[in-house]
């Protein structure tokens, strides 16, 4: 197989057995925890006991956005993320005992989650659906305890995220996971490739007749497997998770490694249709080239920022957003929606992606293409399978993915296989995929799928055809080519330099250039460009031409703008030299619009009243009776009213000294009103 193995899996109780025991008695005195001294277990095990139930971790919505983002990466590295520096958005996290930083050298840091609440976030746009880690966090609590105590050894005791600890370290472990997927029996082995020959997800019935289970136990909601068969069997150890009401999936990691073997049986079925391929010129008399999507996807992060109140968090992208940005610069609709849903998965559209320590921020722009493809790779922000692939209104928690995942491993497996920098025909390699056996079990689950979300039918093939035509073009992964009409070839697709590499699971290789100002206004912004730089200064650039490069306007009017806006000069000065060295007219223009030539104090006024009678004037302003009523000092040919004094309380006041106000040409008229019942009264009397 020839995986690697991943960061070690740390375990809640570990980290809290390391820390000092100020630290500890800290997070503890801010968690509120009450420590029993007459129980048997430690303080870090009653604290861990309480930390795997606190709110954030079941609703992570309650925590502020950028932490919200820096959890999800940290997940996404299985739960160790090295950086440069702690990022601000840490501060919630380690309050609330969520994160650990761990000094790994001089230069870096680890950012540790543990694998209790690994195994508990809920799953997140742009994590793949059916991932094992997404899967794990939404399974039933039987199936938990299951699962657990298999891999304890012993019944698994409340909190099962606790308990779920020792499973993750396998199950989040290639190594260690094809190691478990070598000791099952050859019954068990036998049925799970039966349902990943199917598509990785059968229902019930479908997993009894694969056990060849002749007794069928019925509940209200159908068939149900038994305790004791091969399928439970195959639950305990995690490599088929079942989902309400009667579906059972094959996460990724193990589909990839269960299906490894049957690669090499597909070579003699395929052979025809390579010795095609590789045999002849099938070169297009047109073609599209694909462009990186990484400048792009900065332009929109950009562009983003200009607008207010379109975009909602969790919320897909409005179209009419989607529609203005493709016009705007100058790409497909479609392209753009994806590329969209794309950043917005890896929080490039985020507060966060301006912290220089975390991802996105810390990534280079060369850097964000293979996030863009690998996000799409996992499937949670982009589905094909639907006649909209971006679900609008739907928040990403309550999206049902399709087995459109499986397709496009289907497609790139063919891709890596035949497009060696060769031009491909779209039919070959449509005869290509019809060649593989998992096309019957995922033309089952697309249909199945469609009844149960309500959408439009579509067919694996179909499926595949946008994936080479929309999704790859889009992602700079393949080049499209055109015949004429009456030439029965059609498209043809070739992979680019940069799909080679990512499809071979390798960085795309990139220039070193870095950013500087093409002239006095142009900067041209390098591969090596950091992301929270770039977003650092959009509040006061326009974004250029965009190409395989991305360049960025910096104006006099820009700056002028930034300027008015609260901007220091030096802040702006900073925030520019961080990409690139200023030009020397562009720096004599900072500095000449940042003198301070004079200097005004602002005082808040009710209202200015014009008296051209200077003796009037006087009058109003010396008086004990109207002088509170003013500011001082007043400009010339009148007086400013003071705040929070109204136009009834005026006239009344300077009438008293015989001056009347008017209003809209008009005398103002004081409102009178009778003197109150106790003075009446009181008069009498007397």
Known sequence: ???KSTSPIVRLVDVLKALPERELASLISRTGVRIDSAKRLDPPQQLARVLVGIPELRDPSKLP??????????????????????????????????????????ASVALVLPAAYVVQLRPWEGE????????????????????????LGRPAAPPVSLALEAA????????????????????????LEGVERAGGEVDTEELLELEREPLRMRTASGATPSRRGVGFSLERRGLLIPVHPNRHLVPTEVARIIGADRRAAREERRAQVRAFVLGGDHAPRRARFSANPAPLAMALAIAARETTGEVRPGIGTPKSLVTKLGTRFGRETSHVAMLVALSRAIGLWDGSALSPTSPPGSLAIHELTRLLFSTWRSGGAWDEARVDPEVLRLPADQRDSSASSVVRELVLEALRDLGESRWVPWKSLLGYLKSDHRIAGVERLLSRWAERVGAERVGPLEVAERIVQESLPALGIV???EDDDDDDRGVAIRLTPRGRALVADRAPSHDSAASKFLDTQVLR???????SAILAICGFVDVGKLGETLDLIVAPQTLARALSAGYEADALRMRIEAL??????????????????????????????????????ELLRTRRTTGELFIEPSPPGGLLVAPQVDLDRLSRRCRSVGVEILSDGQVVRARTMPPPAVAIKSAREK
Do not use: C
Not at 586 to 597: D, K, M, Y
């Open 1 to 3: 197989m020839g995986v």
């Open 65 to 106: 956005a950028p932490s919200l983002e820096l959890l999800r990466r940290i997940a996404e590295a299985r739960g160790t993320m090295i950086v440069a520096a702690v990022p601000p958005a840490m501060e919630p996290l380690a309050a609330r005992g969520i994160v650990f930083a761990r000094a790994e050298s001089k």
């Open 128 to 151: 793949d659906p059916r991932g094992m880690r997404a899967l794990l966090s939404q399974v039933a609590f039987e199936t938990a305890s299951a699962i657990a105590a298999h891999y």
């Open 168 to 191: 993750w370290e396998v199950l989040g472990d290639p190594v260690k996971l094809e190691a478990e997927i070598g000791k099952l029996a050859a019954t068990e082995r036998r049925v």
């Open 479 to 481: 080049d499209l080519g």
């Open 525 to 531: 912004l390098g591969p090596t460009a950091k992301v």
């Open 580 to 617: 690139a060295p200023l030009p020397e007219t562009l720096s004599r223009t900072l500095a000449q619009a940042s003198v301070v030539v004079g200097r005004g104090t602002f005082e808040p006024a009710a209202g200015f009243l014009w008296v051209d009678d200077p003796n009037v004037r």
